[in-house]
């Protein structure tokens, strides 16, 4: 968890590799069930095509079928799922349905400037339209208001790891390694 442009998706794909489990994205997800034309992807695309956001009941069956696959069933790492506190019940109850349970919950954290710097960076390197400036503050409002408020959640349950997302990438990669191995014992 954390929010957008702390490096959640850089940091998920190097831990998918140290560790040997995917990294699951809802951006992915997304794309997957679009492009191959499934029921979810023709509605989510519906939502899309819109401007709309895709709604949870529709990125949570999303979520639950991408965790029935076989290449999740010894573990995954989730990105930008959940991210609110409807998808966070979702997910237990998928967790819940499959026999699992989460064994940690890493928070990657950044000041609000470096986050705006970084992300419009990003939208210069890949020219991504979505990335202005009124668009970054809003999704960063929307994690205040909507997502930061889960991580106390998962502290309460004893699974969140906060690490400093700031830095070289593979030193924020070896403070989340560190940070797991000390909650997971």
Known sequence: MGPQ???KGTQAARLAEVFGIPAISTG???????KGGTELGRLAQEYTNKGELVPDEVTDKMVRSRLGEDDAQVGFILDGYPRNRSQVEALDAILGDLGWQLDGVVELTADRAELLARIAKRAELEGRADDTEEAIARR??????Q???????YAERGLLVQVD????????TDRIVAGLA???G
């Open 5 to 7: 442009g702390s490096g």
């Open 28 to 34: 992915d997800i997304f794309r997957a069930n679009i």
């Open 140 to 145: 960063l409002d929307i994690y205040a208001e």
């Open 147 to 153: 997502t930061a408020p889960l991580t106390a959640a």
């Open 165 to 172: 997302g700031i830095g070289e990438v593979p030193e924020v």
């Open 182 to 184: 000390a909650q997971l």
